[in-house]
């Protein structure tokens, strides 16, 4: 099969997918929402900020060395596999001694109890995620597509039945495990069946992968920051109770990117990493992705603020109503770094994630400034600050990463902004 049908069959298996995952997260956040407290969901924002943020350093950037590095050995493999079991164990070993100081910090004893519990998915991603990276890398998306649907669908049954059962914020935590559990529990079987797994563990045959990935985590943790901040110094600035409205806000302006972004990065990374060789068909493919995030997003985003009034009290009840103007602000915020998350599959293809990692450490310099400045005034100046600086950084952000890769001018890479239909069209019916 041919690069141009296999990537045909990844958007649409991918777009389905994503689909399906985010209405089942549309329809777990609005049930919840008539079961639980705003407390409930700022405590799970925090939860999962924390394990989000470990998540990175197990990984080691080894996904995106996999997805760049075209020929690996079983044996090379199987010592990439088992570096991430054991990194697994000691980030759930950390933050589960860590939770007792978090939960002093916040000054919210649950996250006590919360926070090692929830840790339990780290190592139950660790069974699965290079099981899922090599279907990816082979562009097996049918497969990784109802893997997740399979996975959330289950989970969303587990929440709302613990949510009624009146678990209170234990619902969205073990709704968030089993989820896990049965995912990574498919692609870890499989994997077993179809490629096997050779106990072997030599430092040496990671060591190249490492190279490439411990820059890529260093710019995943940056931009990890960069994009949930706001969560962490929130919670501590207002407390629990305007967390949970303004993740709320956040969630809901998240979804139009959560939906059209995966389907775009999922394909993106493995076509590009194919084409990284040949400048000109690179440069072209990725200025195709950026139009197709622009054009797809726009309207995504356009429709979610003019509708944001009437969705925030069809999805989660009249008394989060006073989230709208959040929801508002953050989907122009959104919709510019949608735009912006193609230039992570250049990164990724092209094997530069120093140029990720040098560019995430320069723009962690001002979003921590924003959102300080804006938490001394009100919520929503948070939001106006976290969209002033992305305008900001714009430029900058060509100028470090795309220009050097692809030598695209800025001009072209605006261009690419304006929502274009028919050239998109056009432009998939040329590949």
């Known amino acids: 099969m041919s690069l141009k049908s296999k990537t045909i069959i990844g958007v649409k298996w991918t777009t389905l997918s994503t689909i399906v995952i985010a209405l089942v997260g549309i329809i777990k956040i609005s049930v919840l929402a008539r079961f639980l407290d705003a407390a409930d969901f700022g405590l799970m924002a925090l939860?999962?900020?924390?394990?989000?943020?470990?998540?990175?350093?197990?990984?080691?950037?080894?996904?995106?060395?996999?997805?760049?590095?075209?020929?690996?050995s079983k044996n090379e493999y199987a010592s990439l596999y088992w570096i991430n079991i054991i990194f697994s164990f000691i980030l759930f070993a950390v933050i589960s001694l860590s939770s007792p100081l978090i939960g002093a910090f916040y000054n919210e004893s649950q996250l006590l109890v919360l926070i090692p519990i929830m840790a339990i998915s780290i190592m139950l991603s660790a069974l699965g995620r290079q099981f899922k990276t090599i279907e990816q890398k082979q562009?097996?998306?049918?497969?990784?597509?109802?893997?997740?649907?399979?996975?959330?669908?289950?989970?969303l049954i587990v929440s709302i039945v613990a949510a009624m059962k009146g678990f209170g914020v234990y619902a969205l935590v073990y709704g968030a495990?089993?989820?896990?559990?049965?995912?990574?529990?498919?692609?870890?079987?499989?994997?077993?069946?179809?490629?096997?797994?050779?106990?072997?563990?030599?430092?040496?045959?990671?060591?190249?992968?490492l190279k490439i990935g411990l820059f890529q985590v260093g710019g995943q943790v940056a931009n990890y920051f960069n994009r949930d901040l706001d969560i962490?110094?929130?919670?501590?600035?207002?407390?629990?109770?305007?967390?949970?409205?303004?993740?709320?806000?956040?969630?809901?302006?998240?979804?139009?990117?959560?939906?059209?972004n995966p389907i775009i990065s999922n394909v993106a990374s493995p076509v590009l990493a194919i084409l990284q060789k040949d400048k000109e068909h690179?440069?072209?493919?990725?200025?195709?992705?950026?139009?197709?995030?622009?054009t797809i997003n726009f309207v995504a985003y356009a429709l979610l603020a003019i509708m944001a009034y009437p969705l925030v009290s069809i999805l989660?009840?009249?008394?989060?109503?006073?989230?709208?103007?959040l929801v508002q602000i953050l989907?122009?915020?959104?919709?510019?770094?949608?735009?912006?998350?193609?230039?992570?599959?250049?990164?990724?293809?092209?094997?530069?994630?120093d140029l990720d990692f040098n560019w995430n450490l320069f723009s962690l310099f001002f979003f921590p400034i924003a959102i300080y400045i804006g938490a001394q005034y009100s919520i929503e100046i948070v939001a106006l600050s976290l969209l002033t600086t992305s305008l900001f950084l714009l430029y900058p952000s060509w100028r470090l990463l795309i220009f050097k890769l692809c030598n695209i001018s800025f001009l072209e890479y605006l261009d690419c902004f304006i929502p274009r239909w028919r050239r998109v069209i056009l432009l998939l019916k040329s590949y």
């Open 331 to 353: 989907s122009i915020y959104m919709f510019l770094r949608s735009v912006g998350n193609p230039v992570g599959s250049l990164l990724t293809a092209t094997g530069r994630t």
């Open 139 to 155: 562009l097996n998306f049918k497969y990784i597509a109802i893997t997740n649907i399979v996975g959330a669908a289950i989970g």
């Open 282 to 294: 690179l440069k072209d493919k990725f200025l195709i992705f950026v139009n197709m995030a622009a």
């Open 316 to 325: 989660y009840g009249k008394e989060y109503l006073d989230i709208v103007v």
């Open 232 to 260: 962490l110094l929130i919670g501590k600035f207002f407390g629990s109770e305007i967390l949970g409205g303004y993740s709320l806000a956040k969630q809901l302006a998240q979804r139009p990117m959560q939906i059209t």
């Open 177 to 209: 495990l089993v989820q896990y559990a049965i995912s990574n529990g498919i692609y870890f079987v499989n994997g077993l069946r179809v490629s096997g797994l050779i106990f072997r563990f030599k430092y040496l045959e990671i060591k190249p992968f």
């Open 47 to 72: 939860v999962t900020f924390l394990l989000g943020f470990m998540d990175l350093f197990m990984d080691m950037g080894l996904t995106s060395a996999i997805l760049h590095r075209q020929e690996i």
